[in-house]
């Protein structure tokens, strides 16, 4: 009896047979895929999974050069905030690191101009008319003081309060027989140092020791060739800086040891 085969074109093959005016159902032979067709499913396979990977790394690539990108942002804003001399931080942090760092200097360098407290347990500095502060830090010893017309030796040491303590001069720089540093010798009343250091020292007694704070207009703002001079290019250029800026304070700090006068 004949029999009536029918191939659906499916993903399964299977065939329709009509036989005994009743439906019987067996899968047709389904010859295997050809060798090249294997191939490239195989390949298209290992394409996908080469895609994958680079896509991936890609990724990968992408998170690193953002984060590169924004640590360099950071490092070039960082750097232009320095030079700058800006701030990028918020006040209040700024605020607190700028405490900080008033709390380790020196209590001359906090304040400015003519306010310059003693440190906790000190004599507060003595003010003088014309401006000039001073304080004993050693009193000294014998019954002579010094007085305007007289001429001292001293060692001293100069330095700037509006660049934290900056020194522009020391007369332990001079010592060229490596005998001990020269003394600075001046006579006072005849100009040859800043009225304010003249001043400071008048009233001190043989080995003593004290600190001076002279306001900018009996400094270098009016007299810069007035000892004590500079005794190098780069302390000079330090005064300078502080000096010739109208914007900055040109207040000195002078500590003066009073070896001898007469």
């Known amino acids: 009896m004949m029999s009536l085969v029918i191939i659906l074109l499916v993903p399964c093959t299977f065939g329709f047979v009509l036989q005994n005016n009743s439906i019987r159902i067996r899968q047709v032979y389904q010859p295997p895929a050809p060798l090249w067709l294997s191939h490239r499913s195989s390949t298209l396979e290992q394409y996908q999974e080469h895609d ?76 003088l008319s014309n401006g000039v502060k001073f304080k004993d830090m050693r009193p000294g010893s014998g019954e002579e003081v010094v007085k305007a017309d007289s001429q001292v030796m001293i060692q001293v040491s100069g330095r700037l309060l509006n660049l934290n303590g900056v020194s522009f001069y020391n007369t332990k720089n001079n010592n060229p027989d490596g005998f001990g540093a020269v003394p600075l010798t ?4 005849q100009g040859e140092a800043v ?17 001076i704070i002279v306001p900018p207009d009996l400094a270098y703002s009016k007299y810069p060739n007035l000892e004590p001079r500079p005794m190098t290019a780069n302390d000079q250029r330090a005064l300078d800086s502080v000096v010739k800026n109208p914007r900055r304070d040109a207040t000195i700090l002078f500590d003066v040891a009073l070896e001898r006068f007469k």
């Open 52 to 127: 994958d990977e680079e896509t991936t790394l890609s990724t990968k690539q992408l998170v690193t050069a953002s984060d590169m990108t924004t640590k360099r942002s950071k490092f070039i804003r960082d750097a232009v905030a320095v030079t700058l001399g800006l701030s990028l931080l918020p006040s209040s942090v700024h605020a607190a690191d700028l405490q900080q760092q008033q709390q380790q200097q020196p209590k001359e360098f906090v304040d400015l101009g003519t306010q310059a407290p003693a440190p906790q347990g000190e004599k507060e500095f003595v003010q």
């Open 186 to 189: 001046i006579r006072l009343g």
């Open 195 to 211: 009225p304010g250091l003249e001043a400071g020292v008048i009233g001190m007694k043989k080995g003593g020791i004290r600190r």
